[in-house]
Structure formats: C-alpha cells, structure tokens
C-alpha cells in the first residue's frame, strides 16, 4: 500500500523516501549473541508483539545508566526495559496506553513477593473448592450455548452480583476452553482485582498461559504468540472438531508461578504508567516525586509504534476478554496505523513530550522498525524511517544524534516468526538511532559504546550488591 497521503506533493513525497545517510555508531550488537530467553524470568510472563529482547535493552542500561539511575520508555509495552532496568538496580518507568502493556509493566515493576502470590492462589483454590458448583454449572452452561441470554456471567473483576453487570460470553471465547477450565477461569477472572498488586501480577501470569500448543497452556486452540482472528478460530474448530483437553487453571498457574519465580524478583521497585506518551514527562515526574526518588531519566531505550503493523487489542482478543479491556477500544486509541509524515509527526510529538523528564546528560535510544511490507503488502514509506526520524523528529526538537545502530538480525527472526516467511520481510531492520538530550547526552553516548559489557546473568557486579 503507498504510503502517499492527500495533500502530499509529488516532490515532498520524493524527498522523504531519499535515502539519507547518518552516521554509525559503533556498538557491537553483542545482544544478538545471548540466549533467546537471556535475563529475568519476569519477562517472558506473556508474549506480547513486537517487544524487544531483554539483552537489547541491558546493553544500553549497563552502557548509559548506574544503579539508582531513572531509566524510562514512554512505549513500554510488555516491559522489557523497565523490567531490566529495575533487574539491574536502576529505577524502570514504563508508560503505555494499551491497558493490556501497563498490566504486564506494572506485574513485572511492581511485583508481589513469591509468599504473596503463593497465598492469594492458594486463598483461591480454597474459594474455588467452596462454590465450584455454581461456576462449573455456569461454564458449561456458557460452553453450550455462549450467546444466550440465560448464559450471561459477571463482568471480570466484579462481585459476581448481578447489580455489577453482567455480560455474554463471545463464542470464540467458549468454545477455546474445556468446560470446566471455562468455569474456573470465569470464577478467576470475576474474583481478580486489577488494581491490587497481587491480584494483578497473578491475572498477567494467566495471561501468558491463556493459549498456547502445549500442556502448559489452558487453550490449544492457538499459538501462544498471539490470537488468532476470530473468525479463523470458528472454522478452525468446526473442520477440525476441535474439544479443548481438560486444564486445571490452579495447576497452571501453579507452575506458572514456579517458572517466575525461579530468581528472585528484582530489588529495585519501579513505576508503571497508563496514558499517551506524549505527555509522559508530567505523569512520570509526578509519580517518582510522590515516591521520594530522582524525577528525571538518565536513560530512555524505547520503541515507537511501528508502521502500520501491530493491532495490539485485535491480536490479543482472548487475553483482553480475559482482563475484561474492550479489545476494539484499543486499537481505537494507540498510535499504530500512520503513514510516514503523520507517523514522523507523532514520533516527534513524542519526543518533545519527553524532553521535560530528561537530564540534561540524557541518553535516548529509540528503536525504528524500517518496515518493507505489511503482511505481504508493499509499503513505500517504510524505508529509512530511522533517518526520517531524526531528521524530522529529533533535530528539530534540539535532540543531539550520536549515531545509528543495526539491528537486522533480530528483527528478520522477530517478524519472521509472527507472520511466517511470506511476512518475513515486514521489518527489515531495527535501526537503532542513540541520541543525547543535549551535547553532553551525546557525549556520553559515544563515551559509553566502547565499553564491555558483562553478559553473564545476573551481572556479577550486581551479584554484590
Ligand atoms: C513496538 S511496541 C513497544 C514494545 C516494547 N519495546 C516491548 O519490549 O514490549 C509499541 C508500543 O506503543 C504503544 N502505544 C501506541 N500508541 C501509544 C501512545 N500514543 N502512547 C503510549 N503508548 C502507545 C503500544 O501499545 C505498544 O505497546
């Protein structure tokens, strides 16, 4: 699909798909070279698109922050970086206006102890043994006849009183689950509070085994990466004749548990934040103040939306049904379907909202997909957008360029296996552009790429501390 806009002459279109050469900065991408699963186990909790590796985020945190450091991404999706961040003794903030990204950020920042999680599940099986009855007669009740009237259940997160709402079931939903794994997961997910710590990070555990093609998941009926359309998941069922085996959801997340908690959870506690990143700097400055720490980043490893690539509520309609979030109200309200110039426009909207939460010796990495094709579909804005970036974004809002770095293994390997070979091609490269919120930002950005960094995990230098 062309990416020319109404309005754009042929000549502006021209010279924003010049190609326009920057810069490199020598770092070597030692990132790619690490485990796919290097770093803490909180961060693969759930799977979540086009999130960044861990060890891509550590080595910019080891370059360009100290412990007790403010490291933030306003875009933090599952966060990564502010997981790392506090994994490493710095202080993560992470933003993000998809509710889904804030729940998986603040599980991971702001995490129950091992003791805490362990006795909520076990307080909720023991609620469960004491009026399974009722919900396992609702799940199958629901899992007959989905959209009925008399199949309507409470909303999650509600008291299970009729007078909180109540709502049908999507069929999709009904026929993913064994009837009594339904009737367990609508009793967790209407006893659930979203706004109490434990409760939360328990729900984004359930969130990561939801669906998936082994025994672990309490769904096979999709891959664990993301949902399947709807639509798709129906056929599927009906020509595969497809009855979920039987999961006990307290197993499940039992195990689940078991798998986070294998190192403990990080020292350093940090912040998540919902809402847009364009004014991020308030939010974030507000919200370290009130909890007595630094209010400005020294480090900012962020990724911007991409190109017309990711609908993050679409893809993950069974989770957000789940959470009990409105997965088209999502999609209505991320920044994720631009063209090249509104897209420019909005990155550099970001990036001017930023600027007030930064030190003035601030480094910003900011990771830009150069995206080829959608899905098998030509774009022609894609290309170059990291340069476009700072050239349209960064610069004119007095950002310092220290220099752009590759990244094409990763990406090849990210998409290839989000949308299968055909799509493969969907991001061609994650070009890195490492920026200074001012000259001497930039100064130590080019002062900190020669360093070594240590990539045994934990770090031995934190091991002491
Ligand atoms: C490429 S993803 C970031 C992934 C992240 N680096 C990770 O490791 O998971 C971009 C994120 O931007 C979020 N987003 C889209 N529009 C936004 C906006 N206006 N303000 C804040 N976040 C937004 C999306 O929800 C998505 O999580």
């Not at 990724?303 to 049904?321: A, D, F, I, Q």
């Not at 070979?421 to 001012?438: F, H, N, Y």
Request: include cysteine; proline fraction near 7%; charged fraction near 25%.
């Amino acid at each position: 699909m062309s990416a020319r806009r109404a309005g754009a002459t042929a000549a502006e279109q021209l010279a924003l798909e010049l190609p326009l050469e920057l810069p490199a900065i020598t770092l070597a991408p030692e990132w790619k070279d690490q485990q796919r699963l290097w770093g803490h186990p909180f961060h693969p909790m759930c799977s979540y698109l086009a999130s960044f590796p861990a060890a891509l985020t550590h080595a910019f945190i080891a370059r360009y922050s100290r412990p007790g450091d403010v490291v933030l991404d306003p875009f933090s999706g599952r966060g990564t970086t502010p997981l790392q961040a506090c994994a490493e003794g710095r202080i993560g903030v992470g933003n993000d206006l998809n509710p889904f990204a804030h729940l998986l950020t603040a599980a991971k920042v702001e995490p129950p102890t091992r003791a805490q999680a362990a006795t909520r599940l076990a307080q909720l099986r023991l609620a469960w043994n004491a009026g399974s009855a009722g919900w396992l007669e609702l799940g199958a009740r629901v899992f007959a006849h989905p959209t009925a009237g008399d199949a309507v259940v409470p909303r999650a997160g509600s008291t299970a009183s009729p007078a909180d709402g109540i709502e049908a079931v999507p069929a999709e939903v009904a026929l993913a689950f064994h009837p009594r794994t339904l009737g367990q997961l609508l009793f967790v997910r209407t006893t659930l509070r979203l706004d109490d710590r434990t409760d939360r990070f328990l729900a984004a555990a359930l969130t990561g085994i939801l669906h998936g093609k082994s025994a672990s998941y309490l769904s096979e009926l999709m891959p664990n990466t993301f949902s399947m359309a709807p639509r798709y998941v129906r056929n599927f069922a009906a020509r595969t004749a497809f009855a979920s085996p039987e999961r006990d959801v307290f197993e499940g997340l039992s195990k689940k548990l078991d798998r986070l908690f294998r190192q403990p959870p990080p020292r350093t506690q940090g912040l998540a934040l919902l809402g847009d990143a364009r004014d991020v700097a308030g939010r974030a400055r507000a919200a370290l103040r009130a909890s007595g720490r630094p209010d400005r980043a020294r480090l900012v490893v962020t990724s911007p939306p991409y190109l017309r690539v990711v609908k993050y509520g679409y893809y993950n309609w069974l989770r957000t049904w789940f959470l009990g979030f409105d997965a088209r109200a999502i999609d209505a309200a991320l920044d994720d379907a631009h063209h090249r110039k509104p897209y420019l426009a909005f990155v550099r909207e970001a990036l001017a909202g930023l600027r007030p939460a930064l030190t003035d010796d601030a480094v910003v990495v900011l990771v830009i997909g150069d995206v080829l094709t959608d899905r098998g579909r030509q774009i022609r804005g894609g290309v170059g957008l990291a340069e476009r970036a700072w050239e349209m974004a960064a610069e004119p809002e007095g950002y310092r360029l220290a220099g752009v770095a590759l990244d094409d293994v990763a990406a090849g390997r990210k998409m290839t296996k989000l949308w299968g070979d055909e799509a493969g091609r969907a991001t061609k490269t994650d070009r890195i552009l490492v920026l200074g919120a001012t000259e001497s930002g930039r100064r130590r950005a080019l002062a900190g790429a020669g360093l070594d960094i240590d990539w045994s995990w934990p770090p031995r230098a934190l091991r002491s501390l």
